[in-house]
């Protein structure tokens, strides 16, 4: 769960590569955002990443298991537990949790720092990439008949979008991703009680952000979620050029948000602030992982399909 | 410190070259936007003040890489007193160990205190330096410092004395055919009269001892007169020198006779009598008190005590008949036949070439008679004779070669230009010039009546010359020597040759078993005054000469005016500046 190292994509065979030239999941991100808008390369991730998968990831992803009850007329037979059967002849039959469809919330952070791309030509903007995998994640929800609901938020909450679980919310959902503009700073403590007061009975919360943001506040809110009996993911969403520092002989780094900088050589700091940059990506999945937190890091030129890999083959 | 390219220091200027560059590289660099600065902060919260203190220490190394640069480049050269190490060098050590030299100074033999200051020398040389010693016998040694190390120790002060300027131009002969750089040092107690004009092109320490200079009063000169004396005695005269104005005890010995004492007064000279005694050879000793010097308190001459010689001097021409009247009026001779000068006798005869060249076949005939083995020969020209100890050189106007006879050459007694002038056979003498003034100025001379005294008194009787040598000089023996003994010691010698004493005091010279003269060997009389050269004076005579203490010897050496050159040493410091540089700006990078 929630791997801390960035993500290497797996060497392909010459017939995954030649199916991938049709799975835009596996695609590099700047050019499937190249090939159309928001709706047209969700679908075709989702799509190629529904192809790709062998099982239903509703199977793990929406129904819990909660416990054994024995037999009574009337039950569906499709409940009952034939392996219990063989091993004790008697009939039991498996009761979930939840039965009905799932809620959940998507936090979008779309601060300032989410505009930003090291290299925009090559990567994806932070934003970008979140709004197209936000929109891949939903319609891959709602197709399950999830209700899937949206907050938008940078240094206050932009936009509310409640949990629905009708086909046509997704259009709406991307509406609403289409006309987020980025904001300035990051407050993420109000848009996640938000959360709180939308998901009245527990459901699943995504907060997707570059984390640049205050990591207390943000923790707290995040582990009353997780504390009210949501199943919380953590989406780190990370620039290629923030894991690795480059740049200029000397160069003053500014922070578009906070105006705070700093003047450095990056060849004298590079090893210093991976190092750095390790350790805070540490602390947050060990926070996480201590608050029963999913924590994943992405990387900004991960493939769509690998990032909705990560995230939906890790049942809580 | 000095430089060989002075001009050059003007690049120290471009040792402002780093700091002007980091000034530069603190303008505002570009902006980078750059979301994550939290955790560049982070980051450098942690390293900033060992980054600082790194681009500090690196502008440091980049200036101290410039200058060093710059330094190497203007050619420092520094005095290397106080560097213990050194390159390898040639160097050659005058040690005075003169007569002087064993003079008391502060309790302490002043030639220990110059062999502790040589020792300390040596004790800085190293297998790869060349070294040589010269001690008071002028000979360059070379050897490893060791060996010249225990040489040192066995030093004993010499009777001789030794000429510093003349040991300076020897050791820079030395030093000319060595590749190394070379250097002098002159360890001595700088007797001002040791002292010579020198420049040699090697550079030259001087070590010189500070402090008192001992007192000393010392036997210059002890003289007899002329020789030999009559049984009667005589005169001997003594002359004292020294720093002190005192008066000098004196005691005067010849042979084993009660001395005679006297009082002489420093800088003057006395006259004692010493009896008479039966004839033969004597050794005439001079003692004074002992004082601070005490190798300069006695002086010995060998004296020759004879009956007068009885002496015809007519047919030797009115010249020589008024010297031998001199000498009878002296009580230096006695009228009688025992020996004729200028004609045949029938003891000794003293033969000159006749007047008449008629008679020169008649006067050879009558030599061959007698069975000389020499002949006058055919007429030479004209010269003067050699310098010798029976008489100082003197012109001949006429003189007739004296041809050997024989199958030898021997007798011969007084050259001119290497040929016989004055020979001896038996009991006749040859001169080759008659003694009057158409053949030769000697008449004119002052030392014509002493020649007629000895010719008559010493030579004619068989006897050749009391030499006086200074100790350490050899001295040239007559024809006739064949031996010359000193106490129980015997040194077989051939006549002609030169015999150099071993050692003070007095030698008899033997014809077969007859003692036929005496060699004196004394010390040089300047060795009596220890008066030191002021600085000025030894720079006036060695131009650039550095003068150091005796206490500092060891470490002018291997340095006084062969100046360091730091070059090496600074590129050295630049290659190690710029390696520093290498690793700091990397390593320290990496790390930061």
């Known amino acids: 769960m929630g791997g801390v190292h960035p993500y290497v994509a797996p060497r392909m065979s010459r017939p995954e590569a030649s199916a991938a030239r049709a799975r835009l999941d596996l695609l590099d991100p700047v050019d499937v955002a190249r090939l159309g808008g928001l709706e047209l390369v969700s679908e075709g991730i989702v799509e190629g990443f529904l192809s790709g998968l062998h099982r239903s990831p509703r199977r793990g992803f929406s129904v819990e298991f909660a416990e054994h009850r024995m037999y009574q007329p009337g039950d569906e037979l499709r409940y009952v537990d034939w392996k219990m059967l063989g091993r004790s002849d008697r009939l039991y039959v498996k009761q979930y949790e939840e039965e009905t469809n799932l809620r959940a919330m998507i936090v979008c952070d779309a601060s300032r720092s989410m505009a930003w791309s090291g290299a925009p030509d090559v990567v994806l903007p932070k934003l970008a990439y979140a709004q197209r995998l936000i929109a891949s994640l939903s319609l891959i929800l709602l197709r399950q008949r999830d209700a899937t609901g949206l907050i938008v938020f940078d240094d206050e909450v932009r936009h509310v979008t409640p949990p629905r679980a009708r086909a046509a919310h997704w259009r709406q959902l991307l509406t609403t991703l289409s006309a987020t503009q980025p904001g300035q700073g990051t407050a993420a403590a109000p848009a996640l009680k938000r959360v709180v007061d939308i998901l009245r009975r527990r459901g699943l919360v995504v907060f997707v952000s570059d984390l640049l943001l205050d990591r207390d506040l943000a923790l707290t809110a995040l582990r009353f979620l997780r504390h009210r009996g949501h199943q919380v993911v953590v989406l780190h969403l990370m620039d290629p050029a923030e894991v690795t520092l480059s740049g200029p002989a000397e160069a003053r780094f500014e922070d578009p948000e906070t105006g705070a900088a700093v003047v450095l050589r990056p ?50 | 410190m000095t430089f060989l390219h002075p001009w050059l220091l003007a690049g120290l200027l471009a040792g402002g070259v780093p700091l002007l560059l980091h000034l530069v590289q603190r303008r505002e660099p570009p902006t980078v936007v750059f979301p994550a600065v939290r955790y560049l902060l982070d980051a450098t919260r942690e390293h900033q003040r060992r980054l600082r203190i790194r681009h500090w220490l690196l502008l440091l190394l980049r200036t101290l890489l410039v200058v060093a640069l710059v330094l190497a480049a203007a050619g420092p050269t520094v005095a290397r007193s106080g560097v213990t190490a050194h390159a390898p060098g040639a160097l050659v050590l005058v040690v005075d160990n003169s007569l002087s030299s064993a003079a008391v100074a502060g309790g302490t033999p002043r030639l220990e205190q110059l062999v502790r200051a040589a020792d300390g020398v040596l004790a800085r040389a190293t297998p790869a330096d060349a070294v040589w010693l010269i001690v008071a016998d002028a000979a360059a040694r070379r050897g490893d410092p060791a060996t010249l190390r225990a040489a040192l120790r066995e030093l004993r002060p010499a009777t001789t004395r030794l000429d510093l300027g003349r040991a300076v131009l020897s050791a820079d002969e030395v030093l000319a055919s060595e590749a190394l750089r070379g250097e002098i040092v002159v360890v001595t107690d700088l007797q001002a009269s040791a002292l010579a004009a020198a420049a040699p092109r090697a550079p030259l320490t001087v070590a010189r001892p500070e402090g008192a200079i001992p007192r000393n009063v010392g036997i210059v000169e002890l003289g007899a007169g002329s020789q030999p004396w009559s049984t009667d005695g005589g005169q001997a005269q003594v002359k004292v020198a020294g720093d002190s104005g005192a008066q000098a005890p004196l005691a005067l010995l010849a042979g084993d006779r009660p001395a005679r004492q006297a009082l002489a007064t420093v800088g003057g000279a006395v006259q004692v009598a010493i009896p008479g005694a039966a004839a033969g050879w004597y050794a005439l000793k001079a003692t004074i008190q002992p004082d601070e010097l005490r ?298």
Not at chain 1, 277 to 296: F, M
Not at chain 2, 562 to 572: F, N
Request: charged letters at 20%; aromatic letters at 6%.
């Open chain 1, 267 to 316: 060849r004298d700091w590079a090893e210093a602030y991976e190092r750095t940059v390790r350790g805070a990506v540490s602390d947050w999945n060990a926070a996480c992982r201590r608050s029963g937190i999913q924590y994943h890091r992405i990387v900004t030129n991960t493939p769509f399909g690998h990032a909705l890999r990560v995230v939906l083959a890790n049942p809580a």
């Open chain 2, 295 to 592: 190798l300069d308190d006695q002086r010995v001459i060998g004296l020759r005590m004879a009956p007068l010689a009885r002496a015809t001097c007519a047919p030797a021409g009115r010249f020589a008949e008024a010297a031998c009247d001199v000498l009878r009026a002296n009580g230096r001779l006695l009228p009688g036949d025992d020996i004729v000068l200028g004609g045949f006798g029938s003891a000794a005869s003293v033969v000159l070439p006749p007047a008449d060249p008629a008679s020169l076949g008649a006067v050879n005939r009558e030599l061959e008679r007698r069975g000389v083995a020499w002949r006058f020969g055919d007429v030479a020209l004209a010269g003067g004779t050699d310098s010798s100890a029976i008489l100082p050189p003197v012109r001949l106007f006429r003189r007739l070669r004296l041809v050997p006879s024989g199958s030898g050459r021997t007798g011969v007694l007084l050259t001119t230009a290497g040929e016989p002038w004055l020979v001896r056979s038996g009991s006749v003498l040859l001169v080759g010039s008659r003694l009057d003034t158409g053949w030769t100025e000697l008449p004119f001379r002052a030392e014509f009546v002493p020649f007629i005294d000895v010719l008559l008194n010493r030579l004619a009787r068989g006897e050749v010359a009391s030499l006086d040598v200074v100790a350490g000089d050899a001295g040239v023996l007559p024809d006739l020597v064949s031996a010359v003994v000193k106490g129980t010691a015997r040194w077989p010698v051939e006549g002609g040759g030169r015999f150099a004493p071993p050692d003070t005091g007095l030698y008899f010279l033997l014809r077969g078993t007859d003692t036929v003269g005496a060699l004196a060997s004394n010390p040089d009389p300047r060795e009596s005054m220890l008066q030191q050269a002021s600085d000025a004076q030894v720079r006036a005579l060695w131009p650039g000469a550095h003068i150091v203490p005796l206490d500092q010897a060891a470490s002018a050496a291997f340095a006084a005016g062969a100046r360091g050159d730091l070059r090496g040493p600074l590129l050295w410091l630049a290659l190690a500046l710029g390696l520093a540089e290498v690793g700091l700006a990397s390593v320290w990078g990496r790390r930061a």
